[in-house]
T-cell receptor, first 114, second 114 residues
Framework: EAQVTQNPRYLITVTGKKLTVTCSQNMNHEYMSWYRQDPGLGLRQIYYSMNVEVTDKGDVPEGYKVSRKEKRNFPLILESPSPNQTSLYFC?????????????FGSGTRLTVV | AQKITQTQPGMFVQEKEAVTLDCTYD???????LFWYKQPSSGEMIFLIYQGSYDEQNATEGRYSLNFQKARKSANLVISASQLGDSAMYFC???????????FGTGTRLTIIP
């Protein structure tokens, strides 16, 4: 089944403890992105990647890191999480951005930082 | 700067009626794509429909159609014959080919009343 797999689905952590949210797609998509969703703000792009070893900042990159060493994987790293990073996170991939193929989203990761 | 505006935070519609969800966008680009996504209470993001800026005909996908008015910079989603399962949050989003960014609106929560 074609899908984007995020793990974990739920995570509660403490301020300052490094964490990684994994994202993997099995569709051979070039484009991958991370978004965070907050009430009243919609989804905001954190980072995106057009291909292996090519990443760039989105609208809200502060406090996050990403890497794209393999085409299928695009992990999101929070080196020192803070409570304002409590949010619902989505990974998404696309064969060709901005076409009627659309983006395929993962199921989301609900992160709480206390 | 690219911006998507959804002015209806919430809507209530009687089952079987048609519903229009508003979306306006702001961009100086000539080439862009417009998406609508559905987010049910379970949280996943479901791709509904896509319209390219150069597409002359309005996009349709089953009960969904996109009323694209380029001069007015609007891309309203029309759902015909609404069903209880249409109750969800709906997001309009714009893709820019230049910077590969997908920009989302703040969403409209649609509730279908039996």
């Amino acid at each position: 089944e074609a899908q984007v797999t995020q793990n974990p689905r739920y995570l509660i952590t403490v301020t300052g403890k490094k964490l990684t949210v994994t994202c993997s797609q099995n569709m051979n998509h070039e484009y991958m992105s991370w978004y965070r969703q907050d009430p009243g703000l919609g989804l905001r792009q954190i980072y995106y990647s057009m291909n292996v070893e090519v990443t760039d900042k989105g609208d809200v990159p502060e406090g996050y890191k990403v890497s794209r060493k393999e085409k299928r994987n695009f992990p999101l790293i929070l080196e020192s999480p803070s409570p304002n990073q409590t949010s619902l996170y989505f990974c998404a991939s696309s064969l060709a951005g901005g076409t009627n193929y659309g983006y395929t989203f993962g199921s989301g990761t609900r992160l709480t930082v206390v | 700067a690219q911006k998507i505006t959804q002015t209806q935070p919430g809507m209530f519609v009687q089952e079987k009626e048609a519903v229009t969800l508003d979306c306006t966008y702001d961009t100086s680009d000539q080439s862009y794509g417009l998406f609508w996504y559905k987010q049910p209470s379970s949280g996943e993001m479901i791709f509904l429909i896509y319209q390219g800026s150069y597409d002359e005909q309005n996009a349709t996908e089953g009960r969904y159609s996109l009323n694209f008015q380029k001069a007015r910079k609007s891309a309203n989603l029309v759902i015909s014959a609404s069903q209880l399962g249409d109750s969800a949050m709906y997001f309009c989003a714009m893709f820019h080919f230049g910077n590969e960014k997908l920009t989302f609106g703040t969403g409209t929560r649609l509730t279908i009343i039996p």
